[in-house]
Each structure stands twice: as structure tokens, then as C-alpha cells.
């Protein structure tokens, strides 16, 4: 098992829907949880981070954890065809940062 | 402005070469890690490294090298380039008790 999976998509919405992505990770003892924007052929850029204490907002961009569940969701509000990228998710815990596989996202005008 | 640089964007080898990946950062930062990005696997840690002249292995360490001489520069060596090994390498760093890595802009390696 991955210790972070994400639905590697397709994930396709239409402008000014919102835009919903998953990532399941493994390790219980992970205490901080962040959400990378990788645009085809550029580096990953950091979107925004939680910890294991609670959700985050930040402009369109919401954050949220399940610990029960192991999940991590980042929400994306009225979505944009400048939000077409690659989301990857990362989790950090005892040991170093593990990074998801990432869900492409399009957003269709 | 945080900055990681890397040595080349694009980089063609043959099989056999060695092969060396260099990433400088200007933010001060203790720790700094070398990874390969691909389809489909998402991002690998290769090596890592705390501090100066210090080097952790990652996940997938067989076939590479690395060297941190000076705090802003760590280099990844591969010592007989082969065609799997052809891939994007991202370096990244983070301050030593900071959350937030910093990646550089990438090197897209094919080895012929």
C-alpha cells in the first residue's frame, strides 16, 4: 500500500464549479498535511498546509482533514482554467515528507 | 524571495556517463533533498541531507551519489547513467525545523 494515494485523474469541472480532491495516507502518527500546485513541465509550488488540529481557508482554497479516515480534501471554489494543474498531496510525520502521485485537474471555460 | 536554482533545465546523456545534478539555494536553509518525479509514482526522495557534509538515503538511493560541501549547494552524482534512470530530479530545501520545502524549477535527464 502507498503511504499517500491520490485518484490520479482526469478530474474535469466546469469554470466557477468547485473543484474537489482526495488523498488517503497510511501513517496514523502524520501531523501536517500540504496541498502543491505542479503546472505541465514547472516545479511544485505549495498551496497551503494544515495540521492535524484543523482545516484551513485560504481565498478559494479550503483545507480539510479526517483523521478517523485518514483523508486529506482540498477544495478549490469557483474554479478557473488558471487552476489546471497537477495537485499533489503530501504528508509529514515521524519520518520525512511523502508526496502523493497528484490528481491532474481541468477546468474547462 | 526564496530562491532554488538548478543547474540545467534539459540534460541528454549516454548510458555509462557520469552524470552531475547541481541545485544552490540562497535562503539559508539546513536541510535539502534530491528527487525524481514520474508518472505515475509521484515524487521519490533519493538522498537527503541535514546539514553540511551530512547525507541521508531515501527511498531509491541505488545508482546515485551525493555531496553537500558547502550549505547552499548539494550536488546529485550518478555514477553510470543508465536509461532508467532517465526522469525529472527536483531539489528542494527547507529550513531545519521549518514545514515548508522549497522546490527548484527542475532538470528533465534522458539518458540514451
Known amino acids: 500500500q502507498k503511504e499517500v494515494e491520490q485518484n490520479s485523474g482526469p478530474l474535469s469541472v466546469p469554470e466557477g464549479a468547485i473543484a474537489s480532491l482526495n488523498c488517503t495516507y497510511s501513517?496514523?502518527?502524520?501531523?501536517?498535511f500540504f496541498w502543491y500546485r505542479q503546472y505541465s513541465g514547472k516545479s511544485p509550488e505549495l498551496i497551503m498546509f494544515?495540521?492535524?488540529?484543523g482545516d484551513k481557508e485560504d481565498g478559494r482554497f479550503t483545507a480539510q482533514l479526517n483523521k478517523a479516515s485518514q483523508y486529506v480534501s482540498l477544495l478549490i471554489r469557483d474554479s478557473q482554467p488558471s487552476d489546471s494543474a497537477t495537485y499533489l498531496c503530501a504528508v509529514k510525520g515521524n519520518n520525512d515528507m511523502r508526496f502523493g502521485a497528484g490528481t491532474r485537474l481541468t477546468v474547462k471555460p | 524571495d526564496v530562491k532554488v536554482t538548478q543547474s540545467s533545465r534539459y540534460l541528454v546523456k549516454r548510458t555509462g556517463e557520469k552524470v552531475f545534478l547541481e541545485c544552490v539555494q540562497d535562503?539559508?536553509?539546513?536541510?535539502m533533498f534530491w528527487y525524481r518525479q514520474d508518472p505515475g509514482l509521484g515524487l521519490r526522495l533519493i538522498y537527503f541531507?541535514?546539514?553540511?557534509?551530512?547525507?541521508e538515503k531515501g527511498d531509491i538511493p541505488e545508482g546515485y551519489s551525493v555531496s553537500r560541501e558547502k550549505k547552499e549547494r548539494f550536488s546529485l552524482i550518478l555514477e553510470s547513467a543508465s536509461t532508467n534512470q532517465t526522469s525529472m530530479y527536483l531539489c528542494a530545501s527547507r529550513r531545519a525545523l521549518g514545514l515548508v520545502q522549497y522546490f527548484g524549477p527542475g532538470t528533465r535527464l534522458t539518458v540514451t
Open positions: 535562503m539559508d536553509h539546513e536541510n
Open positions: 541531507s541535514y546539514d553540511v557534509k551530512m547525507k
Open positions: 501513517d496514523r502518527g502524520s501531523q501536517s
Open positions: 494544515i495540521y492535524s488540529n
